[in-house]
């Protein structure tokens, strides 16, 4: 039997993409199998189901299998730990991103008992990120994966513990104590908590989108803009306020930058609408709806045409940019906290300049945080800095006399 894992499914199946989203978020390498244009694949999962087309199939080194299974059952069948070793905690953090994670080794390095629970896996949307340029230190760049495991391993050393696959539901305080409840159940309390679950960039959730993030299509300008330095057309999907800075943030790499807006107008301010209306490299198409991301012919797995349908006409019509920037907004993952602890007008939660949230004892970094930068050297920073409040705020809560407590 060969060492991979291969997933049996379809593109259209939204269990199949679950599955194949849940292996790549613990950085789990997998085969994936179109039982749709391999027709050993139909007969593979029709074996393994008593003659029926189960899908996802997933079929595991030891050659056993899980038909359609959830992200509990694969977590368990890939030994992730669930479950942590105590109850009671110095500090927990929430979300293991690099905000999360760097707080851990700072408070680690100081004796505090850590504990960093994460719903999906360890180094948040730097772990899933095909190359980091911009991140100091690193001359020639360094890949999302390897940064996230140096992280990982930097906090293992100091004894940090981590869950993964294991989502927060909620976070209460009686004023003393903090209690933060896992979705497996299980209750953790600890003296300090820190919230840097970040946000998640929407995705237009068309065909082949998923399988083409980080190979052509991004949700990051100043990010994976520069890789892009020469190339004729770029496209930018968003018709708002972000779409359009960062559409003519690209015009210094590119002959054209074409924004595509769903809708029959931008929603962008004035401003930015006459400055893109006037801009000899800006394109835009309104009324178009996206069909579907097509990968290159050439086998290499990068972004090859986007096909979009316009609305009024219905006609079809394909894109051969060098690569299309998803801005269709951003979702704060502060949906646990919400009614709790105080969040702006767009999800993210506020601050006060020590970084601690409207709760006590519990503090905010990173992309989560109201008026953060989503860059991964600003989450690194705030995280380091939340370290320090944290710490803080723990001597001053040592310092009280007990009947204050
Ligand atoms: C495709 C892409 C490319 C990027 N490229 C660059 C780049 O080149 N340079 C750069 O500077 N920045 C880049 N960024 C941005 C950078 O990755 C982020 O700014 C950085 O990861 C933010 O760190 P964070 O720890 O605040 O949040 P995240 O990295 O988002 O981590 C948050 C973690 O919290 C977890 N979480 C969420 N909700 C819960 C919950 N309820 N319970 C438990 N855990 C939870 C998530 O699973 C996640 O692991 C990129 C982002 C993306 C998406």
Not at 46 to 54: F, T
Not at 284 to 294: A, P, W
Not at 365 to 378: C, E, F, I, N, P
């Amino acid at each position: 039997m060969d060492d991979v894992i291969r997933v049996y499914g379809a593109s259209w199946c939204p269990d199949c993409r679950r599955a194949k989203r849940f292996l790549g978020d613990q950085r789990v390498s997998f085969e994936w199998h179109d039982i749709e244009v391999d027709p050993d694949g139909v007969r593979i999962v029709q074996e393994r189901n008593n003659g029926n087309n189960v899908i996802p199939t997933i079929i595991f080194p030891d050659d056993s299998h899980l038909a359609e299974p959830s992200n509990e059952e694969l977590a368990e069948k890939i030994g992730l730990e669930r479950m942590a070793m105590m109850h009671v905690y110095d500090l927990i953090i929430v979300g293991g991103g690099p905000a999360g994670l760097t707080t851990s080794i700072y408070a680690a390095r100081e004796n505090l008992q850590t504990l960093v629970i994460d719903s999906k896996g360890l180094g948040g949307q730097a772990g899933v990120t095909e190359r980091l340029d911009n991140y100091p230190g690193f001359p020639e760049g360094i890949g999302g994966a390897e940064l996230a495991d140096r992280i990982v391993q930097q906090a293992q050393r100091y004894g940090v513990e981590m869950l993964q696959a294991v989502s927060v539901k909620s976070i209460s305080s009686d004023g003393e104590e903090i209690d933060v409840e896992a979705a497996t159940g299980d209750h953790y309390h600890a003296r300090a908590a820190l919230i840097a679950t970040g946000s998640s960039y929407r995705r237009t959730e068309a065909p082949g989108e998923e399988d083409l993030i980080g190979a052509g299509i991004h949700f990051c300008a100043t990010c994976d803009g520069p890789f892009y330095k020469g190339a004729s057309q770029l496209v930018v999907l968003g018709g708002g306020n972000s779409g359009l800075e960062e559409g003519l943030f690209l015009t210094q790499f590119v002959d054209k930058v074409t924004i595509v807006q769903r809708s029959d107008r931008l929603t962008a301010n004035k401003l930015l609408q006459d400055k893109v209306n006037m801009h000899k490299k800006m394109e835009v198409l309104l009324n178009r709806e996206i069909i579907e991301f097509k990968p290159k012919d050439d086998g290499s797995g990068k972004l090859g045409a986007i096909i979009l349908r316009d609305r009024e006409t219905d006609q079809t019509e394909e894109l051969h940019p060098a690569g299309a920037f998803v801005f269709i907004g951003l979702d704060p993952n502060t949906e646990f906290v919400k009614g709790q602890i105080d969040q702006d007008d767009r999800g993210l939660i506020t601050t006060d300049m020590g970084l601690q949230t409207s709760m006590a004892g519990v503090f905010g970094a990173g992309d989560v945080r109201s008026g953060s930068t989503k860059q991964l050297a600003s989450a690194v920073g705030e995280g380091a800095a939340a370290a320090i409040g944290i710490r803080m705020y723990l001597e001053a809560l040592d310092a009280k006399p007990m009947h204050m407590m």
